[in-house]
T-cell receptor
Framework: GAGVSQSPSNKVTEKGKDVELRCDPI?????LYWYRQSLGQGLEFLIY????????KSGLPSDRFSAERTGGSVSTLTIQRTQQEDSAVYLC????????????FGPGTRLTVL | SQQGEEDPQALSIQEGENATMNCSYK?????LQWYRQNSGRGLVHLIL?????REKHSGRLRVTLDTSKKSSSLLITASRAADTASYFC?????????????FGKGITLSVRP
């Protein structure tokens, strides 16, 4: 597509439930990042995918968080047993060829854990 | 963890005035980028300046970088009400296998019509 898309745009869930957030990157962009934006922590890096390389998971806050990227395209961020502190806006970003370039962000998914 | 620290945290100006926002960071960088965010959703890339550059312009935007002071400034000239948004600086480390961004806390800019 023309830009990065994310779904759902809003998700309300109950504490303890699992959620899946989806990111559709710009076609041809091999690098994909997930970030989280919350009131207390600001914008934080979560995970990075590049082609077939092993992902950089260094930003994932706990083992309840996982992500995958199938076929080098769509990515899914999964949060298991959600907690109230997981409430945040989850942003996906991609960039084209070349490591040190601008990133293109999706509109984000606002997650609210009750 | 936050790498960049912007100041001021909030800025209110009259339409037509210039807005200057500052950012400081802690570690060596490959480049520094400024992003804008409207209504707490997706970020829009504004401008990127590399560590070997000192100044760049893009339309009404001017960004400077002082690597000796580990600081950057973003100037928006002739501001418009539509410039009202949150602005973030973000750094990319000098070394590393990817260009994950480390963001500052952001500056809220209000431009009064």
């Amino acid at each position: 597509g023309a830009g990065v898309s994310q779904s759902p745009s809003n998700k309300v869930t109950e504490k303890g439930k699992d959620v899946e957030l989806r990111c559709d990157p710009i076609s041809g962009h091999t690098a994909l990042y997930w970030y989280r934006q919350s009131l207390g922590q600001g914008l934080e890096f979560l995970i990075y995918f590049q082609g077939n390389s092993a992902p950089d998971k260094s930003g994932l806050p706990s083992d309840r968080f996982s992500a995958e990227r199938t076929g080098g395209s769509v990515s899914t961020l999964t949060i298991q047993r959600t907690q109230q502190e997981d409430s945040a806006v989850y942003l996906c970003a991609t960039h084209g060829r070349g490591v040190y370039n601008e990133q293109f962000f999706g509109p984000g998914t606002r997650l609210t854990v009750l | 963890s936050q790498q960049g620290e912007e100041d001021p945290q909030a800025l209110s100006i009259q339409e037509g005035e210039n807005a200057t926002m500052n950012c400081s960071y802690k570690t060596s960088i490959n480049n520094l980028q400024w992003y804008r965010q409207n209504s707490g959703r997706g970020l829009v890339h504004l401008i990127l300046i590399r560590s070997n550059e000192r100044e760049k312009h893009s339309g009404r935007l001017r960004v400077t970088l002082d690597t000796s002071k580990k600081s950057s400034s973003l100037l928006i000239t002739a501001s418009r009400a539509a410039d009202t948004a949150s602005y973030f600086c973000a750094t990319v480390p000098y070394t590393g296998a990817n260009s994950k961004l480390t963001f500052g806390k952001g500056i809220t800019l209000s431009v009064r019509p």
